[in-house]
Each structure stands twice: as structure tokens, then as C-alpha cells.
């Protein structure tokens, strides 16, 4: 979309059109007396203030492409062959501990969940479900899949080393169809199970859907996932310990006793689909829904929409921080919120930016268009009542983007190099994973050393995805066809 330079302006409040809440404060939602589309004012308007804080733009980078002496570790593979070194790894999330979890090859499962201690620098497989929907609870539901769990994925770990996970059956791929999702405790080995929410139908009968997607969790344990229930595919929210049964009635008409996480629905746009996006360590959730993002406060039992700036249609939470403050982008531009205030970030004088992380002093990470049509890395924060947009510039290339923030202000992402790398009559531009620490940009490289086939440089590429609080990054070097080896570093603020 094209966009207008950036300029100050002075808002006034303005009124976006009537979006609605549904689903707030709503225990075990899955129950079938519990809709609350009723109990909203369908007739109200919600009314954002749009504020926008003066943006300077500064530069943010006093060297570039400063390479580190200290190499990548490699995080290995769960097929732990002698010979071949090449298989599939792709790291996804750390916590302060280093602990890194992800994706594998792993004998006949083609895509395996692991856990990866820095202690004993290995990787250890943390399972899947078996079977298929149906299989699991052994319910021979007519509705259910036939197809079988054959791949699993863990997606966040938390500073108790409790890990979120999915299995999935491979239909789709890779927009997987079909998923499921769980929670592994890596000090006990416990794995939970943690379906969509059941439901009973206009029948009476209880239903149960094939789709749950874990998202997040926090350090309390809560959890928050997408899933498929009653009202369509909805943000849903676990305490972590509660559960409930429900009854089912087999094909036999028999009645089969299922416990079941005692899940709540989280706000939503009335009539439209939701996902879930963050959770905080107080209570405090955002989840995407209907063309815009919604905040929740589990304690107040409240919700707010976000809404959008003026002129536009779409907004997109993309991270919130322990302050109940989220970030994101609202039609190409991105946005500081909090308080019910949308505050925008400015851009580089291309016209567009976005936020993609947050940390708990209000520091966000992101990306901005220039004038020029590149790309920079930025890191927007506030100071003195003005925003402050800084341009973390790149590793030589036209472009670089940021995707992780810690509360120190270090900053991970990826660079293109001003490099290219050509194999086969193929070329592409290299890019390299970054670390941003106090105006220098850290060219993280890619990790070679191990691999025993003849191509000069087989990972040519990386990215860095995500940094502990600790300074533990974890990334992924990639080939030109986009195949995986995840690698940690350890950069402490």
C-alpha cells in the first residue's frame, strides 16, 4: 500500500466502527449455556484515542558487520548419525536458561520436537501423540480423523523449563490442517494433553473438533492457544492446573467420562474467527480477531479493542510486554498501545514500518521502510515525552529486520551481508543473523565447521530468531533451498 511520508499531526478522538467483545470473562466457555453474544450492547462504539507522540529518527548503528570471535554452537539433531551431519534442526524459542526448543529429523519421524540443554550441549526428543483424534480418547466419534499424528513441534518454553508443543498429522502440510496441542514438563517428563475444547451441539451430544495450536506459555504456567470449538476457530486460555469432565456418547451409545483442560474463551469480534497471540506474567492476554487486535485482563475481567489509525481497516497485534502494553502494525504502520492510546512508530521516510517485539521498559523491535525502498532493523522507544526511532542500519546489504528484543536492549535479527552466494547458475542475496548491542550490529555468521559434504559454504545463510534475558541467542544457519540447522551463541549484556 502506498503511503504518505511521515508528518506530525495532532488527533482528535475519532470513532472507528462498532466492533463488539464477545467471549470476556467466560469460564469454561465450552459449555453450551455459555455464549455471551447476548449479554453484549450491540449498539455501543468503541473509541480508541489515537496519539501520536513526535517521532526522531537517529541513528542507532556507529559500526557495521563487526564479526564475533566466539563461533556458533551447534544444537546437532535427534538422528545423532556418525557419518551425516546435515539433518534438519530449526530452534524456535529459548529461555533465560539457554534451553532451546524446536524442530528435528528423527528416524521415521520425519519432524520431531526436542528439548536442547546447554549444559550437556544435546538434544532430547519430547514426544507426540499417538494414534489419530479419534485413537486418543478412544471415543470412535463418526466426525473424527483417520489420519495419524506424525510429526511434532515444541514452540515456547518458559524459565521453568515447562514446554508447549504440537503434533500434527501432516495433512495440509504445511499449513497443517490437523493439529494438537501439548505441554511437556521437562523436569517431570510429563506430557498433557491439551485438545479443543468439547462442546454439546444442538443434539445434546458432546463434539469435539480436530485443531488446537499452542501458542504461549508464561512463567505461572497459564497457557493460551488457537482452537476450533463452538464458535469456529477462537483464542482460548488454561490455567495450567484446572480441569473439568464431560461426558461423550460413543458410537455404541455408550458414555465415555473425558477430563478435560477447563479452558476459557478469550474476547473476540462477535462473528468472526480468533487467535491467539501473547500472554503476559500478570494476567493479561492479546489475541487477534475480525480485521483488529484485543486486549484482555483476566483479572479485571475486561477487554478492549484496539481498533485501527485513521484511514485505515486492518490491525495486527504482534507482541505484549508485563505492562499490558502491545505492539504491532495497523494498516502498514506500526503502533505502541497502551492505555487505550495507539501510539504510531514512524517509519524511516519510506511510508511504513512495523513492530514485531516488546520488552518490559516499553523498548520496541521492529523493521522500517526508507526512502531509498530498503529495509532497516529500528528499535522505537520513548523518551522525554517524544518517540525515538532508531535505525539500526545493516551488515553492509540494502536490508536488514529485527525479530526479538530482551529488557537489556539487545536486539536480534537479520541482515543482508552486500554479499551474494551463487550455486548451480542460482544466486541470492546472503543474509547473516545479527545481534544489536549498544549502536554496534554483531555479524553472527553461519555455522559450517561440522558439515562433511563438498559444497564450499552449505549454510551460507542464517537468521537469529530469538534472545533470553541472559543474552542467549538462538537462530538457524540455511541453505539456498531454505534447509534448517539451528545454533545458540551466548552474548551476556
Known amino acids: 500500500m502506498a503511503m504518505l511520508r511521515f508528518r506530525t499531526w495532532m488527533l482528535t ?36 484515542e489515537v496519539v501520536d507522540i513526535p517521532t526522531d529518527v537517529v541513528a542507532g548503528t556507529t559500526a557495521i558487520e563487526v564479526n564475533i570471535a566466539t563461533p556458533l554452537v551447534d544444537l546437532g539433531d535427534l538422528v545423532n548419525s556418525e557419518t551425516n551431519t546435515w539433518w534438519f534442526t530449526r530452534a524456535y524459542d529459548v529461555n533465560n536458561d539457554g534451553v532451546i526448543v524446536g524442530q528435528s529429523n528423527k528416524g521415521a519421524v520425519a519432524r520431531a520436537a526436542f528439548v536442547w540443554s546447554p549444559e550437556s550441549g544435546t538434544m532430547t526428543y519430547i514426544g507426540k501423540h499417538d494414534g489419530t483424534y479419534d485413537d486418543f480418547y478412544q471415543l470412535d466419534l463418526e466426525n473424527s480423523s483417520e489420519n495419524k499424528f506424525i510429526y511434532s513441534e515444541a514452540v515456547s518454553i518458559n524459565n521453568q523449563g515447562v514446554v508447549l508443543g504440537n503434533s500434527t498429522t501432516g495433512s495440509g502440510w504445511p499449513e497443517e490442517e490437523e493439529k494438537r496441542a501439548f505441554r511437556y514438563d521437562t523436569l517431570t517428563k510429563k506430557f498433557v494433553d491439551l485438545p479443543p475444547p468439547s462442546y454439546t451441539d444442538d443434539n445434546g451430544e458432546r463434539v469435539a473438533e480436530n485443531f488446537s495450536e499452542a501458542v504461549q506459555i508464561n512463567d505461572k504456567g497459564e497457557v493460551i492457544i488457537t482452537a476450533d470449538g463452538e464458535y469456529g476457530r477462537q483464542a482460548y486460555y488454561w490455567d495450567g492446573f484446572t480441569y473439568k469432565n464431560v461426558v461423550f456418547i460413543k458410537s455404541d451409545d455408550s458414555e465415555k467420562t473425558v477430563e478435560e483442560p477447563d479452558y476459557r474463551r478469550l474476547g473476540r ?46 490491525t495486527v497485534a504482534a507482541d505484549l510486554n508485563d505492562n499490558g502494553h502491545v505492539v504491532g502494525v495497523s494498516g502498514g504502520k506500526g503502533f505502541f498501545w497502551r492505555g487505550g492510546s495507539m ?134 544457519s540455511h541453505s539456498i533451498n531454505n534447509h534448517y540447522r539451528g545454533f545458540h551463541i551466548n552474548f551476556a549484556p
Not at 467466560?26 to 480508541?48: A, C, H, R, Y
Not at 526512502?371 to 553492509?396: I, P, Q
Not at 535479527?413 to 554479499?419: Q, R
Not at 548491542?437 to 561440522?450: E, K, P
Open 13 to 48: 478522538l475519532f470513532v472507528i466502527l462498532a466492533f463488539v467483545l464477545a467471549g470476556c470473562g467466560e469460564q469454561g466457555s465450552s459449555s453450551s449455556s455459555g455464549g455471551t453474544d447476548d449479554n453484549t450492547d450491540n449498539g455501543s462504539e468503541e473509541v480508541t
Open 269 to 314: 469480534i462477535i462473528g468472526q474467527e480468533g487467535e491467539a497471540v501473547a500472554i503476559n506474567e500478570n494476567g493479561q492476554v492479546v489475541i487477534n480477531s475480525g480485521e483488529t487486535a484485543v486486549f484482555e485482563d483476566l483479572n479485571d475481567q475486561a477487554s478492549e479493542v484496539l481498533n485501527f489509525f485513521p484511514g485505515e481497516s486492518e
Open 343 to 476: 501510539y504510531p512508530m514512524g517509519h524511516l521516510g519510506g511510508g511504513s514500518s512495523e513492530a514485531v517485539d516488546v520488552n518490559n521498559k516499553d523498548q520496541v523491535a521492529g523493521f522500517s521502510s526508507r526512502a531509498d525502498g530498503s529495509t532497516h532493523a529500528v528499535v522505537w522507544y520513548l523518551e522525554e515525552g517524544r518517540g525515538k526511532l532508531m535505525d539500526l542500519g545493516t551488515l553492509g546489504g540494502n536490508n536488514s529486520y529485527a525479530t526479538g528484543i530482551n529488557d537489556a536492549g539487545q536486539v536480534v535479527g537479520y541482515s543482508e551481508t552486500g554479499e551474494t552466494y551463487t550455486e548451480g547458475g542460482q544466486t541470492v542475496n546472503v543474509v547473516h543473523g545479527f545481534l544489536w548491542q549498544d549502536g554496534i550490529m554483531y555479524d553472527l555468521g553461519a555455522h559450517n565447521d561440522f558439515y562433511t559434504y563438498p559444497f564450499d559454504e552449505s549454510y551460507p545463510m542464517s537468521e537469529a530468531v530469538g534472545i533470553s534475558e541472559n543474552g542467549d541467542v538462538v537462530g538457524n
